[in-house]
C-alpha cells in the first residue's frame, strides 16, 4: 500500500532529536524521504535549561530514517544562518531531487522573569532562533516550490504559547504568536501556487526540552528538587484531557495531516495537538 506521503521530500529543521526526529521517522513511514538540519550543539543562553542536541543525536535520526529503507540527507546548520540553512536545503534538493514537505519545527525554550528583567541576549536569541529562523526556513524553500509548480505543504511549529499569554515566558510566547502572523500571510502569498501553510500549537511534548528541571521548577516553583512525578501532577492540570503531555509521535501525526493530501483544501489553519490546554 502507498505510504500518504509517498515520492515526497520532507525539509526539516531541529531533526536531531525531539519532535523534529519523530517527524522525519513519522513522514519516512509514509514514503517520504528526508532533508534535516540541526545546530546539533549547546546554545548559550539554553545552557542553564538544558542541554543541547549533538551530532551523535543527528547521525541517530538519519540511522532511524535509513532503517525504514528512506533516503535522508543530514546537515549541521544553525537555522539563524540563512546561508548555511540554505546550502542545507540546496544540497538536500539536489541530492533528492524535490522538496515538497516543510517542517519549520527547530525551537528553544527560555524563560522565568517578567518580561522586564529578560536580557537583552535571551530575548534576541529567542526570536532569532523560533522566529527569524522560520522565516528563514520558508525564505529558503519557497523559491524551490515556486520553481517545481508541485504545490507543497509547509508547517510553522508554533505552540500553545502562540495562542495564549504565559507570565514568565515573554520571549517565548511573542516568539509563537509572531509565527501566527507569519503563517498566515505566507498561507494568502503562497495560495496562488497551491502551496499551504500552518501552523501546529502542541501543549507539552515529552522532549528534553520540558523533561528537565528547570521547567518542573517553573510549574513547582516552591518545590526544593521538584520530580518528573511532581511536575506530571501539576502539568496534568493545565491539560482538559487527563494527560501530563503528549508524544511527539501526537505532533507528527498532526504534520503528517497537514502535509498529506488528506489536507489538500486545508490553509492558514492554526492546528492545536493540545489535549484540550487552550479550551481551558
Ligand atoms: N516540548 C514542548 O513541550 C513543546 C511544546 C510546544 C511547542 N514546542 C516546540 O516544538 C519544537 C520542537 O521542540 P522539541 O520539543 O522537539 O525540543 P528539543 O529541544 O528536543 O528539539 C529542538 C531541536 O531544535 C534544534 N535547534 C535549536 N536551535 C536551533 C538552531 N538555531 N538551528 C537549528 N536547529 C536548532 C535543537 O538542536 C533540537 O534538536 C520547538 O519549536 C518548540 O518550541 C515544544
Redesign the pocket.
Given at each position: 500500500m502507498a505510504g500518504r506521503v509517498e515520492g515526497k521530500v520532507a525539509f526539516i529543521?531541529?531533526?536531531?532529536?525531539?519532535?523534529?526526529r519523530s517527524h522525519a521517522i513519522r513522514l519516512a513511514e509514509e514514503g517520504a524521504d528526508i532533508i534535516a538540519?540541526?545546530?546539533?550543539e549547546d546554545?548559550d543562553s539554553v545552557r542553564r535549561f538544558?542541554p543541547?542536541?549533538t551530532e551523535a543525536?543527528l547521525a541517530e535520526t538519519v540511522k532511524q530514517v535509513e532503517a525504514l529503507d528512506r533516503r535522508i540527507v543530514a546537515a549541521k546548520?544553525?537555522?539563524?544562518d540563512y546561508g548555511a540553512l540554505k546550502q542545507a536545503l540546496d544540497s538536500g534538493v539536489a541530492e533528492l531531487g524535490h522538496v515538497d514537505i516543510v517542517s519549520a519545527?527547530?525551537?528553544?525554550?527560555v524563560f522565568g522573569e517578567p518580561a522586564q528583567l529578560v536580557t537583552e541576549g535571551d530575548w534576541q536569541d529567542v526570536i532569532d532562533?523560533?522566529l527569524t529562523?522560520v522565516w528563514h526556513t520558508a525564505k529558503a524553500v519557497i523559491p524551490h516550490l515556486i520553481e517545481q509548480a508541485t504545490g507543497g505543504s509547509i508547517v510553522l511549529?508554533?505552540?500553545?504559547?502562540g495562542l495564549k499569554g504565559f507570565p514568565g515566558v515573554s520571549q517565548y510566547t511573542a516568539s509563537?504568536h509572531a509565527v501566527v502572523g507569519l503563517m498566515r500571510t505566507l498561507a494568502l502569498e503562497l495560495a496562488p501556487h497551491s502551496i499551504r501553510v500552518n501552523s501546529v500549537h502542541?501543549?507539552?511534548?515529552a522532549?528534553?526540552?520540558?523533561l528537565n528541571e528547570a521547567t518542573f521548577r517553573l510549574f513547582l516553583p516552591d518545590a526544593e528538587n521538584p520530580s518528573r512525578e511532581q511536575a506530571a501532577e501539576v502539568f496534568a492540570t493545565t491539560n482538559a484531557l487527563p494527560v501530563p503531555?503528549v508524544e511527539?509521535r501526537d505532533i507528527s501525526n498532526a504534520v503528517l495531516f497537514l502535509a498529506s493530501d488528506e489536507a489538500r483544501y486545508v490553509t492558514g489553519v492554526t492546528l492545536p495537538v493540545d489535549a484540550g490546554f487552550t479550551i481551558k
Open positions: 529543521t531541529g531533526a536531531a532529536r525531539g519532535q523534529g538540519v540541526d545546530i546539533a546554545i538544558y543541547g542536541a543525536d546548520a544553525d537555522v539563524r519545527n527547530a525551537g528553544i525554550f532562533i523560533n529562523g511549529t508554533s505552540s500553545t504559547a509563537k502542541p501543549t507539552g511534548v522532549t528534553d526540552m520540558i503531555w511527539p
